[in-house]
């Protein structure tokens, strides 16, 4: 495979920084990519044409390369500047928009779409693409550019109103579980029956003030899980928090403080503060590698549970990988507890584990329309001290969990998708109360806005 090279062409224009600063315009990308022979040798030649201002023939070309089955976020963006040099327009910026959808081109392709917004006369679909530009632009020239195109089309505008700020994501859940479990955090209850509940997760984030690589946001969500038959498990959660982004050097950092509370068939379980940082690095083309830690506290609501008091840490590594219709992550979590623990005068149960978690997760797309999600985990549990029940030694509980998730999805749009999913839950612990197998049979439909 031939090492990829990538070549932007500035149509109408030279960008120069400096002491010379002129109008970006849009850009075809040309890339050696490891393909079918066939396939290879149409994207080949109709990046050939391209560069001999042949741009119908570059169509006619990458169009075959497509129909061969490259199906490329690169081919996409060569298809769509081709376009642009014939002035067709509409074809132009939907090719475009299939391009966002890797994020190393969507800054580029965004302000492309800007753009040909301008030329259409259509200055608030301009501003939109700018500022999605100006938000997605992983290049700090062509970010600075996208901001002076805003400032140029709507200097009044750059403060958003309040529907613009707000985004967010809905999903609701029909699913049946063979072995119904509670597990939340530290407690499992396992009952060996089935039962089939809703479940109903949404979470909204409002950009105050900024962007969402450098700026503030408010954020909120709310999970309710509801059974048909065991009304007991039924569980709320919600929270809200605030996350401050900011761009270091090369690394893109995030730090929150979030408030939890938890209820548990209707009644007050917990609650929790976190304080989080995150800093991702965009090491490659298509490559990121992200460092999470998070400290929280946690504070009972009912007695009852006040052996869970205490905090948590968490320390996580993880590789995220895109190349063309795959995406990979990778990673490592570190845990560890500081609980209270539940104590007797003859009785210890330790509630504060120590664990390693090893996980992976990879989606590959059919089509713009089907994909398909792979999710696996494998997590140690080491409760570090002995458990006495009623003055007998019982060893210290160690647990083994594996979890499998395959996901099918039908995209209706760009913000609507049908989801069905499996799950296997296989939780081997040297406490038989705490051992379960679980399956979960779900479907979901999920809406982005």
Do not use: C
């Amino acid at each position: 495979m031939r090492a990829a090279i990538l070549f932007v062409f500035a149509l109408g224009g030279i960008l120069e920084f400096g002491l010379i600063l002129r109008k970006l315009s849009a850009a075809i990308l040309l890339a050696s990519m490891s393909l079918a022979a066939a396939a290879d040798s149409s994207f080949d030649r109709g990046v050939a044409a391209f560069k001999q201002q042949q741009y119908q023939s570059a169509i006619a070309l990458f169009e075959q390369a497509r129909n061969e089955g490259n199906e490329s976020a690169i081919l996409s963006f060569n298809l769509a500047s081709s376009y642009f040099k014939l002035d067709q327009y509409r074809e132009a910026k939907r090719y475009y928009l299939l391009a966002v959808q890797d994020e190393m081109l969507a800054g580029l392709s965004y302000y492309n779409v800007g753009l040909i917004a301008l030329k259409e006369n259509d200055q608030s679909a301009a501003f939109d693409a700018f500022r999605n530009s100006f938000e997605l632009a992983q290049d700090e020239k062509l970010k600075y550019l996208a901001a002076v195109k805003l400032d140029e089309l709507a200097p009044e505008r750059a403060e958003k109103s309040f529907s613009d700020r707000v985004y967010g994501f809905a999903s609701l859940s029909f699913a049946h579980d063979d072995n119904v479990a509670h597990v939340n955090d530290l407690i499992t209850t396992v009952t060996g029956k089935s039962d089939n509940y809703l479940d109903l997760f949404g979470v909204a984030t409002y950009q105050l003030s900024g962007n969402y690589q450098d700026g503030v946001q408010l954020k909120a969500g709310l999970i309710l899980t509801r059974y048909d038959d065991m009304k007991s498990f039924n569980e709320n959660v919600i929270n809200v928090g605030a996350y401050l982004n900011k761009p270091l050097a090369d690394w893109k950092s995030r730090f929150g403080l979030v408030y939890y509370h938890n209820k548990i068939d209707g009644a007050s379980f917990q609650q929790r503060l976190s304080l989080l940082a995150r800093a991702d690095h965009y090491y490659a083309r298509g490559q990121r590698l992200r460092f999470r830690y998070q400290f929280t506290h946690h504070d009972d609501l009912a007695t009852r549970f006040s052996y869970l008091n205490g905090w948590r840490q968490r320390l996580s590594v993880e590789n995220r990988s895109r190349i063309n219709n795959h995406k990979l992550r990778l990673g490592y979590r570190f845990e560890i507890n500081d609980r209270e623990n539940f104590q007797t005068t003859s009785s210890f149960i330790s509630y504060s584990p120590l664990r390693h978690a090893l996980y992976g997760w990879y989606e590959y797309e059919f089509s713009q329309r089907w994909l398909a999600k792979v999710m696996a985990e494998y997590r140690n549990s080491d409760y570090q001290y002995a458990n006495i029940i009623r003055g007998v030694d019982e060893g210290i509980r160690k647990d083994d969990l594996s979890r499998f998730q395959l996901s099918g999805i039908y995209r209706f749009n760009r913000d609507t998708e049908l989801e069905l999913s499996w799950r296997n839950t296989d939780n081997r612990s040297t406490v038989a109360s705490e051992s379960y197998v679980s399956n979960v049979y779900m479907l979901s439909v999920n809406y982005f806005f």
